[in-house]
């Protein structure tokens, strides 16, 4: 497995094949034959001649001789040029040296040959550059390699028992979620809401239009009609005065008028809307003449870009195709017009009341004004002893005093066209003020007579004319303040708000927004088709992603290693399967651009493209090189250092010239290498992850990208004779 980087190595073999010169780019490394190397010089001078091909690094591969000799025939090209450079290798497998020591050791069976695994290392463009460089300080360019390297490839086991659980749980809603963390349903659904934004500072009525304006008198009127009620709560307010003063009942009628016209106008409007909304026969221009501004005008690339920001997110977050699928369907059906019905039930209960408004209730009414001006009669009777001749005047007063309280009272009544009038108001005052106080004084002076003692005359002399002040007085700012609650100009100036505030409400949410989200429902219902798409390709694919298992048993050499990371690898496996989900919709974004939603088929195509490149990439590079698509590199970063942390590899990038390492070369051609060990030269290498571990001083070590493999290159000088 190689590490993969933007710019990785190109790895050209030229034992089974030939090299275009001309379209290579970057670090080559080439793999040839040892005694033919020379052969194609021609080639290395093509490469070497190219601007685009940064170094060139041979790797001589050794055919192999019985006598032990070492044959090299380097490409005269490659030495002395500081960007190129040759390592022989010997053996594939290589031996066990120590370069103190004179016996060597076999090197146990691995999966991958120690030169496999220079490859490996060789395609990180670090380490080849580090290689090159420490080469070009040894004689003719040429070194043996020496390798101590830790890797920490999953198991082919490993990396499937992961990979059938991460897509069973990626594609399927009911598999394996007794222990798994509440999704975030609620959170989506307020997310989903809130992507076509609703600005709640425009002004949504056109100034100076039908509905404005009609609001406007209604505000207007209900303040006049409460400044004229003011006016008239005083007990001085029904005398007559030389100001002239808008008649009271006008007033009010026109603020009930004015509020009724407002609800009349705004239920046609949120029935205008509620059509226009239902694809009924109304035009957008309809709706506009009432003055209502328009819909926001929608652009797909506006849609497009928060559909995807919206989708990349919550996939992310919900870690399942299979459970974001539903609520985002869910979702989808909310955004799409649905008319403004409710708007318009809850608008009908806002409705002014019908009719015209309360009259005023005079107070007293003619069942009190009767008894009340009869008492008051009664009292001055009992007075009559200790009035004397002012009887006389006293009683006519009296009677004038109420006739005059009750005359005003009922003539100032407000009637929808001004005020009763006194022409109107006298017959009934006469009957039910004036007769009743001289008929009650009557009625007690033949009863009782004169024979009242003076002091209780007089007692009740004062309580008849207090009787009659607090009448006269109190009744008609009683009358009016009875008045005020009955005809409930608060709750009427609420019910205009109310009003005002829900067709506001359903223009700015529903009506402005509704030619976006109507666009957005229908590229939610895109993506639902892709999403469902890839997760029947995920599905479908779940048991072949890395090919036909093989049978392993307990002795075999390559059975996985013991290790508890199977949830880490699930997460990274997860990760990759969201990332890849979000690649697979890219259809679905150029068809909401477009405005031509794209096939199922080419959602299918496009996940099956690149699952293909998925396996490619597990098969080549692992699990801990992100794929192209990745976009979510923390659990990939939490595994890696997982793994290294249960690694040896503190030991491998700790190893100095004279450790035992591997070196690619047969026992019997030490004699070509080992004169020149003290000369070695060492390449320390590995992954940025390794770095925060507990790895110890790692001062020296070349940092590469994600990959699977760590450790030392020991590159060892070869002896003059070897080179022909």
């Not at 020591?101 to 990180?124: F, K, M, Y």
């Not at 109304?282 to 989708?311: E, K």
Request: with cysteine; aromatic share 6%.
């Amino acid at each position: 497995m190689t590490a993969r980087r933007d710019d990785p190595v190109l790895v050209v073999d030229l034992r089974n094949g030939e090299c275009d010169a001309e379209q290579a780019a970057g670090a080559v490394l080439v793999l040839d034959d040892a005694e033919k190397a020379a052969e194609h010089d021609d080639v290395y001078q093509a490469l070497l001649g190219n601007p685009a091909v940064s170094g060139v690094l041979c790797v001589a591969v050794d055919g192999g001789h019985a006598d032990g000799a070492v044959r090299i025939r380097p490409a005269p090209s490659l030495a002395p040029v500081e960007r190129a450079a040759t390592v022989w290798i010997g053996h594939s497998d290589g031996i066990r040296w120590r370069p103190a020591e004179p016996l060597v050791r076999a090197v146990a069976r691995a999966a991958v040959s120690g030169l496999g695994q220079l490859v490996d290392a060789l395609t990180d463009p670090a380490v080849f550059a580090a290689v090159v460089k420490a080469v070009n300080t040894l004689p003719y360019s040429t070194a043996s390699a020496g390798l101590v390297l830790e890797r920490t490839s999953l198991h082919e086991v490993e990396l499937r028992r992961a990979q059938e659980e991460a897509i069973a749980w990626f594609t399927d809603p009911d598999a394996g979620r007794g222990g798994a963390q509440e999704l975030p349903r609620d959170e989506f659904r307020a997310a989903v809401r809130e992507t076509i934004e609703v600005d709640s500072a425009e002004d949504v009525l056109l100034p100076g239009a039908e509905l404005a304006e009609a609001h406007t008198r209604a505000v207007t009127a209900l303040n006049a009609a409460d400044h004229a009620l003011t006016r008239v709560d005083h007990f001085l307010a029904p005398l007559p005065k030389r100001p002239p003063r808008p008649a009271v009942g006008p007033v009010l009628a026109e603020a009930r008028a004015a509020v009724r016209d407002f609800h009349d106008k705004a239920t046609q409007q949120l029935h205008r809307i509620d059509e226009n909304l239902r694809g009924q026969r109304v035009g957008r221009d309809v709706v506009v003449r009432l003055g209502v501004r328009g819909p926001v005008p929608a652009r797909p690339r506006d849609i497009r870009d928060r559909s995807r920001r919206l989708v990349e997110e919550w996939l992310g977050r919900y870690r399942s195709v299979a459970c974001l699928l539903p609520d985002l369907d869910a979702e989808r059906v909310g955004q799409e017009p649905q008319g403004c019905s409710a708007a318009i039930a809850e608008l009908e209960g806002l409705a002014p009341p019908a009719g015209p408004a309360p009259r005023l209730p005079t107070w007293p009414p003619p069942s009190l004004a009767v008894p009340l001006a009869a008492v008051a009669g009664g009292l001055a009777a009992l007075g009559t002893h200790a009035l004397g001749i002012a009887t006389a005047f006293f009683l006519p007063l009296l009677v004038l005093a109420w006739f005059a309280a009750g005359l005003v009272l009922q003539a100032r009544e407000p009637t929808a066209t001004g005020e009763q009038g006194f022409a109107e108001a006298a017959p009934p005052t006469a009957l039910f003020w004036g007769l009743p106080v001289f008929g009650g004084w009557l009625l007690v002076f033949l009863v009782v007579g004169a024979g009242i003692p003076d002091l209780l005359g007089a007692v009740a002399v004062l309580l008849a004319v207090v009787l009659s002040a607090w009448t006269i007085g109190v009744g008609w700012r009683s009358s009016v303040r009875q008045w005020r609650r009955k005809l409930d100009f608060d709750g009427l100036r609420d019910r205009l708000a109310g009003s005002a505030q829900l067709v506001d409400g359903v223009i700015r949410a529903e009506w402005r927004p509704s030619a976006r989200r109507a666009m957005f429902a229908e590229g939610l219902r895109q993506v639902s088709i892709g999403l469902t798409a890839v997760r029947e390709v995920l599905a479908g694919r779940a048991a072949n992603l890395l090919g036909s298992p093989e049978q392993h048993d307990g002795n075999h050499p390559y059975d996985p290693p013991d290790r508890d990371v199977h949830q880490e690898v699930c997460e990274v496996v997860v990760t990759d399967l969201v990332d890849l989900t979000i690649a697979a919709l890219r259809p679905c974004w150029a068809g909401i651009d477009a405005d031509r939603p794209a096939a199922r088929e080419e959602h299918a195509r496009e996940a099956e493209r690149l699952l293909t490149a998925y396996r490619e990439h597990l098969g080549q590079y692992g699990l801990l090189v992100p794929p192209p698509f990745a976009r979510e590199r923390a659990h990939r970063a939490e595994l890696a250092a997982r793994l290294w942390d249960d690694s040896q590899v503190g030991d491998a990038l700790r190893c100095d010239v004279e450790a035992e390492m591997t070196q690619l070369c047969h026992a019997r051609q030490l004699g070509a290498v080992s004169g020149m060990a003290d000369r070695a030269q060492l390449v320390r290498f590995a992954p940025v992850s390794v770095r925060g571990g507990r790895c110890g001083d790692l001062s020296g070590v070349t940092w590469t990208g994600e990959a699977e493999i760590a450790g030392t290159v020991r590159l060892v000088p070869l002896r003059e004779g070897v080179f022909q």
